[in-house]
């Protein structure tokens, strides 16, 4: 986004084909710096995949009609960027190598810890040294690799993993500030039993907020206990989707909870700002920009 419209960068991005009607071709990206500044355009190239079995939100692809290689050959890249891990990971990798052109990896899903939330013990023993060993050849290849904490690169480093280097993240504090704040969505947020309303500016009820995907590995369902033991007027809200959402409504039934489903652009940013306390169980997260994202929209 700002290497294509506050540089003035050829950018192309490839991802995995969403099943969508009418998928965009192209992202129309506005300057982050200099409002005035014409909206750049990025071609998005889509290669077919495969929904993920588990999780049908998430599209895997090999790039098994070789959309990426032709890519590389018309446009010539300077670098290539790959997000890891995945599948398209795999033959970036293989092309990047073979046409000479510089690959950084960044690495944002420890596959490693996940595997513990998905499989019994003692399949994810088997499966971590397998993914290890996965992880630290595909990274190897790379010219360097991206991490998202300093605790992060020394587990890959721990592990075999070269020339890494600590990505210094940032959010929008735009998007994500406390002028966001919307009664309305508050409102909506504590659910139709709520006390509070439109015109009452001083809300009795305690909002707990979680934004991010329903699954296993964020071990959401630890927020139960807490939120029994907790007054009678705390709330929780889930905000996101993901494959455990219909095992999340069954097991948080009858108690003071709403699930507002996947939020984007301003509602999201008023979810951030109109909720008490931002809430994360996760234990497996690499970075988790949502708590920088609740921390700058006012939300502890």
Request: hydrophobic share 40%; aromatic share 10%; charged share 20%.
């Amino acid at each position: 986004q700002y290497l294509a419209q506050d540089f003035g960068d050829d950018v192309h991005v490839v991802t995995a084909e969403e099943v969508v009607p009418n998928p965009p071709g192209k992202w129309r990206v506005p300057s982050a710096t200099i409002p005035t500044k014409p909206t750049a355009t990025i071609p998005i190239h889509y290669t077919p995949g495969i929904k993920c079995p588990g999780y049908r939100l998430l599209t895997l692809s090999f790039d098994w009609k070789g959309k990426l290689p032709r890519l590389l050959w018309n446009e010539r890249p300077d670098i290539v960027h790959v997000s890891s891990p995945g599948l398209l990971v795999f033959p970036a990798v293989f092309w990047c190598r073979l046409m000479q052109i510089p690959l950084v990896c960044s690495y944002h899903t420890h596959l490693p810890r996940y595997v513990h939330s998905h499989f019994s013990s003692w399949v994810a023993k088997c499966l971590e040294p397998v993914l290890w060993c996965l992880i630290r050849m595909v990274l190897n290849l790379a010219d360097l690799t991206l991490v998202t904490s300093p605790q992060i690169q020394q587990e890959l480093v721990d592990h075999g993993v070269t020339k890494t280097e600590v990505w210094l993240k940032g959010i929008d504090a735009n998007r994500f500030h406390p002028k966001h704040f919307d009664r309305e969505m508050r409102r909506r947020m504590l659910g139709s039993n709520s006390h509070d309303t439109a015109d009452n500016a001083a809300a009795t009820e305690f909002l707990m907020v979680y934004v991010g995907r329903l699954s296993h590995e964020k071990r959401l369902a630890d927020l139960l206990p807490i939120l029994q033991k907790m007054a009678d007027d705390a709330r929780l809200c889930f905000v996101g989707a993901g494959p455990q959402e219909r095992e999340l409504r069954q097991y948080f039934a009858r108690t003071n909870t709403i699930f507002m489903g996947q939020l984007q652009g301003d509602e999201l940013s008023q979810a951030f700002a109109s909720a008490d306390v931002f809430v994360m169980p996760s234990d497996s997260e690499t970075l988790g920009f949502v708590v920088l994202e609740s921390m700058a929209a006012g939300c502890p």
